[in-house]
Every structure is written in C-alpha cells, then in structure tokens.
C-alpha cells in the first residue's frame, strides 16, 4: 500500500516562498512519475510539475516555470517542491501523486493512481 504525505504549505505574503514535501511511507520512489497538482476552489486539479526518479528530469507547467522547482532525496524517499516568488493565484490545495512509469504526457490527474491528502498554501497580496 502506498502512502503518500504531503507538507509544508501554509500562509505567505505575495512574493514569499515556501517548500512542499511529498513523502511515500512503506513504499520507494524507483522509476516513479512524481507530480505535483494543485486545485483551487472552483477550479480543475492543474497539474504543476513531475519528475522522473530515475533520472530526476523536471516538467513544468508554464505558470509556475521559473519560480518553482521540483527535486527528489531518493534516500529519504522525498520529492519537494520549492515555491519561490509565489502569487495570490498560487493560492489552492497543492497534492502528490504518483504512478510508476514514465512522465511522458501525464499532465492529467487520471494518468497517477496514488495521491496525497492535500496541503494548502495561500498567497495573500
């Protein structure tokens, strides 16, 4: 059973940054689509970035392409997502998800079948 967890969300001010952490319990990120998705109320879940564990490639979704950045600790079987120079519309539930396979076109939420419960980080301007 895989377990993801995700932290690290929390309040900013427009310009702020913060630091998401994507944990996978009982389980090892080894050839792994690793992504993050984010939804704001009344919005649809938008994929932000992935990466490969295998080889640590980053995608990005071009609203968040020079400010975000994601990475992985493969020891501590933890992807994170940097948050940099963050917006009021970064403001949404941000949640971890995973597939094992490649990245090549997942940008839908129906191409992962593990998720996280969710963090949320707002942005206030």
């Known amino acids: 059973q895989v377990h993801l967890v995700e932290s690290g969300g929390g309040s900013v001010q427009a310009g702020g940054s913060l630091r998401l952490s994507c944990v996978a319990s009982?389980?090892?990120?080894?050839?792994?689509?690793v992504a993050w998705f984010r939804q704001a109320p009344g919005k649809e879940r938008e994929r932000v970035a992935n990466?490969?564990?295998?080889?640590?490639?980053?995608e990005y979704a071009d609203s968040v392409k020079g400010r975000f950045t994601i990475s992985q600790d493969a020891a501590k079987n933890t992807v994170y997502l940097q948050m940099n120079s963050l917006k009021p519309e970064d403001t949404a539930m941000y949640y971890c998800a995973a597939v094992f396979a490649l990245c090549l076109g997942r940008w839908s939420r129906d191409a992962y079948n593990y998720w996280g419960q969710g963090t949320q980080v707002t942005v206030s301007s």
């Open positions: 009982g389980y090892s990120f080894t050839r792994h689509c």
């Open positions: 990466i490969y564990t295998r080889d640590s490639s980053p």
